[in-house]
């Protein structure tokens, strides 16, 4: 019921959403906020980058704005896109690594990748702050409007490239809301972009909010988006 068999693209939610989609020949993890934005800069100027699982005793993970210019490999753990990749990667599916800034190339190279498409959106986790001191332990699955519509920006491409009437309900609503909005404004003024920008991080919510400006792919390859 959940996997949405009979659809060639598809969205479901965080951890539980891989496992429902694990048939699908290609995840897309989406993590606006900021590890997939951060891959994307990373693999723009051609480092690479290790996902690692990320523990509540682990502290800040490394900001976008400090990945400007970054090369080489990089390690980088987050509460939630990190963790999805490595979710993603025990299904066998290809994994591919999105934002807004890159959604178009990503949705490209899935579609060249597989028949079936799942874009998997990160969301947050309440009572996890990892910004401020505070409760640090994984809450909850808060669905969250960049990761939502930074799914919506690849999934409007996939169905702009010939691939209508392939989408899931699910996928397709989530591809009407970024075509249906102000995608800049909604995440700087959402729940997640204040939060970086009130304690100090707007710059990585610019870098997060331009549409398309990324040729780069990051693919999961033995451990490594590259």
């Known amino acids: 019921m959940f996997s949405q068999e009979g659809y060639r693209l598809r969205l479901e939610w965080g951890p539980e959403g891989i496992d429902a989609l694990r048939a699908c020949d290609v995840l897309v993890v989406v993590d606006v906020l900021s590890f997939t934005t951060s891959v994307d800069l990373v693999v723009g100027n051609g480092g690479q980058v290790r996902p690692s699982r990320w523990k509540p005793a682990s502290g800040p993970t490394l900001r976008p704005a400090s990945l400007v210019g970054a090369t080489g490999l990089v390690e980088l753990p987050s509460p939630n896109g990190s963790n999805l990749c490595s979710l993603a990667a025990e299904t066998g599916a290809h994994v591919l690594a999105a934002c807004l800034r890159n959604a178009e190339a990503v949705a490209r190279r899935a579609a060249e990748l597989g028949e079936t498409i799942g874009v998997v959106p990160g969301g947050e986790r309440w009572g996890l702050d990892i910004l401020n001191e505070g409760p640090r332990e994984f809450g909850p699955l808060r669905p ?67 549409v398309n400006v990324s040729k780069a792919v990051p693919r999961l390859v033995e451990g490594v988006l590259r």
């Open 144 to 210: 969250c409007v960049e990761d939502y519509l930074g799914a919506g920006a690849v999934l409007a491409a996939l169905l702009g490239a010939a691939l209508p009437g392939t989408a899931s309900p699910e996928a397709r609503l989530a591809a009407d809301a970024f075509g249906g909005c102000d995608v800049e404004a909604a995440v700087r003024e959402c729940g997640s972009g204040r939060e970086l920008v009130e304690n100090g991080h707007a710059a990585d919510v610019d870098l997060a909010v331009r």
